[in-house]
């Protein structure tokens, strides 16, 4: 079994920063892509940012040179440091990853979190 776990969301005002983790365990040999999503009330899930196991990162055009993503691959951990924060950015977020159990199958199975609350007041 393999769990995720968010954490660090709050609400912040307008302008603020939050800094979201997210730990991998269980049944892991090696974790591919990790990326953080968010979903907003009455909207779809969307991709903010993700990070391959080499560290390459791809982010949203909402959240460009305001959130920076990262990893340390020896704790199985993600992170997203959001500045100047905006209340669009309102949502809760998930952590998602891909992630190899069995060291003699090479199969990467999808896992998501269960999802932190980010709440910005203007």
């Known amino acids: 079994q393999v769990q995720l776990v968010e954490s660090g969301g709050g609400l912040v005002q307008a302008g603020g920063s939050l800094r979201l983790s997210c730990a991998a365990s269980?049944?892991?040999?090696?974790?591919?892509?990790m990326g953080w999503y968010r979903q907003a009330p009455g909207r779809q899930r969307e991709l903010v940012a993700l990070i391959t196991s080499g560290g390459s990162t791809n982010y949203a055009d909402s959240v460009k040179g305001r959130f920076t993503i990262s990893r340390d691959n020896a704790k199985n951990t993600m992170y997203l440091q959001m500045n100047s924060l905006k209340p669009e950015d309102t949502a809760v977020y998930y952590c998602?990853?891909?992630?190899?159990?069995?060291?003699?199958?090479?199969?990467?199975?999808?896992?998501w979190g269960q999802g932190t609350q980010v709440t910005v007041s203007s």
């Open positions: 269980g049944s892991i040999f090696s974790i591919n892509v």
């Open positions: 998602n990853a891909d992630i190899q159990s069995n060291p003699w199958v090479r199969t990467y199975n999808a896992y």
